[in-house]
């Protein structure tokens, strides 16, 4: 399944594109629960990524402001 942003190859079944993020089309009707799921999936994994963002940041942050403490002394 082609992007129709970016032009990327992506496999089958994909929600969004592994490039560019935008949502693709589907020709199938969206029916079953799985549809339902990995779109949870999809939530979940979202929030688990801003989480590590933010853990990540918080963490610079912290080194950031121990590393001026010893410059400063």
């Known amino acids: 399944m082609r992007c129709p942003r970016c032009?990327?190859?992506n496999p089958?079944?994909?929600i969004v594109c592994r490039k560019?993020?935008?949502?693709l089309r589907t020709s199938r009707v969206a029916s079953?629960?799985?549809t339902q799921e990995t779109?949870?999936?999809l939530a979940?994994?979202?929030r688990y990524d801003l989480?590590?963002?933010g853990i990540t940041f918080a963490a610079?942050?912290?080194v950031a402001v121990l590393l001026g403490l010893f410059v400063i002394r």
């Open 20 to 23: 560019c993020g935008a949502r």
């Open 60 to 62: 610079a942050a912290a």
């Open 44 to 46: 979940w994994r979202l």
């Open 7 to 9: 032009g990327t190859q």
């Open 32 to 34: 079953s629960p799985v």
């Open 12 to 14: 089958e079944g994909k």
């Open 39 to 41: 779109e949870a999936e």
């Open 51 to 53: 989480t590590r963002v």
